[in-house]
């Protein structure tokens, strides 16, 4: 028989009959959503964990509040056999800083071009002066990278040395712009060291890039966009990968706003659009559909929805994913905690469950209520 995901319980169903996904349908992109508080992510937990014991799927997770910190961490209930199962799956966690978990750094220089300037806020229309510098200077830093003054180039600091070098005033304002954005003592690059792309090539059955971990936003962007630059890069090579971004739109909005945001969201587009070939398989989560992309949106042949009050919203997913029954997803308002539609092709019919329940511990921690 071929390997079904347990997901939890078909809602309504006598005897609580199993849920399950087809696992073989994660070569589609799927889309999650669910208002704040639904269970989008501890649910997207249950599904992940399905994953890894039933696929040889390398999962790369961009987690930006760190909930899946904890993938490798079994909870007390869990049966031994589950237990010794997951216990010997390969996951990496990657967190910026001394946290606990493998250092999460980014080669600056492997980056695209387009990309090294977006993460110095150079637009190639709107700034098309200073990303003309840059065009420029490419050879020769290329030539240097290759010839093993590689070095003074990649050495902490020393990139802003190397443009200081110069009398081009141009190459002073590009090192005045990497100063004063602090672009050049951001701990993500790893000069020299391991970068994620390394770790990624390994293979493991789940890499968490832990994208909460960052002080600022411009360095979290910055390195989803290393990771996903990195995966498009090696497309070729047709090795598979799904591809979760919780919160998707902090990385593909439908209004981007700086150049950083606005490449990241059309690499996500693109791979939305074309990845599949390649076996870059996309799962968007976030809490309304518009916040997304409508054209990663449109690509996605798997829906998981959780509670949504919005008719806006619904009428939106039903526009959109014309595959789940307007009178399911009318139900979703009504849904609790835990509760959610699968539609499209992960399923042979579309399906309302009762997610069941994690078998790792969650990472992010809910802020509660203090009492008196
Ligand atoms: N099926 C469930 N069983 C037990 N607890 C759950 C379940 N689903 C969610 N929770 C708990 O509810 C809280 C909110 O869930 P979760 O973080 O998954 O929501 P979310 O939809 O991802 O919200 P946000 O959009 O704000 O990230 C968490 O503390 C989680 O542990
Ligand atoms: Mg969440």
Redesign the pocket.
């Known amino acids: 028989m071929p390997a079904e995901l347990s997901i939890g319980t078909l809602l309504e169903s006598e005897d609580a009959a199993p849920a399950k996904l087809n696992p073989a349908k994660f070569n589609r992109h799927t889309f999650w959503c669910?208002?704040?508080?639904?269970?989008?992510?501890?649910?997207l937990g249950v599904v992940l964990e399905q994953l890894l014991l039933h696929t040889r799927l390398p999962l790369v997770i961009l987690d930006p509040?760190s909930?899946f910190v904890r993938l490798g961490d079994i909870r007390e209930g869990a049966s031994a056999e589950v237990r010794d199962e997951l216990a010997t799956r390969d996951i990496r966690v990657l967190r910026h800083g001394d946290r606990e978990g493998l250092p999460l750094h980014a080669r600056f220089l492997d980056l695209p071009l387009r990309s090294r300037a977006a993460v110095l806020q150079i637009d190639p229309v709107y700034d098309a002066e200073d990303f003309n510098v840059m065009l420029h200077i490419e050879d020769e830093m290329q030539s240097m990278l290759r010839t093993g003054g590689m070095a003074t180039v990649t050495e902490d600091g020393a990139l802003v040395k190397f443009l200081r070098g110069s009398e081009d005033p141009a190459r002073h304002r590009l090192a005045t712009r990497l100063e004063n954005l602090g672009i050049a003592d951001w701990d993500l690059w790893s000069w020299g060291r391991d970068s994620v792309a390394d770790v990624i090539d390994e293979k493991p059955d789940a890499t968490v890039v832990d994208l909460g971990s960052f002080g600022t936003q411009p360095e979290m962007r910055s390195a989803a966009l290393a990771v996903l630059d990195h995966l498009w890069l090696h497309r070729e090579d047709r090795i598979p990968r799904l591809i979760v971004i919780d919160?998707a739109h902090n990385l593909c909005s439908p209004e981007p706003e700086t150049p950083l945001h606005r490449l990241l969201t059309e690499r996500i587009v693109q791979i939305a659009a074309e990845g599949r070939k390649y076996g870059l398989w996309l799962l968007l989560s976030t809490?309304r559909p518009s916040k997304v992309h409508p054209n990663a949106l449109s690509q996605c042949d798997n829906l998981a929805l959780?509670r949504m009050s919005s008719s806006r919203d619904l009428d939106e997913l039903g526009s959109v994913f014309g595959y789940a029954p307007p009178s399911l997803l009318e139900r979703s308002p009504g849904f609790a905690?835990?509760q959610a539609l699968f539609a499209g092709g992960f399923v042979n019919t579309p399906v309302i469950v009762q997610?069941g329940?994690r078998l790792t511990h969650?990472g992010?921690i809910?802020v509660s209520v203090p009492l008196r």
């Not at 669910?34 to 649910?43: E, V």
């Open positions: 669910g208002q704040s508080g639904s269970g989008k992510t501890y649910a509040n909930d919160e809490q959780m905690q835990g997610m329940a969650e992010g809910d």
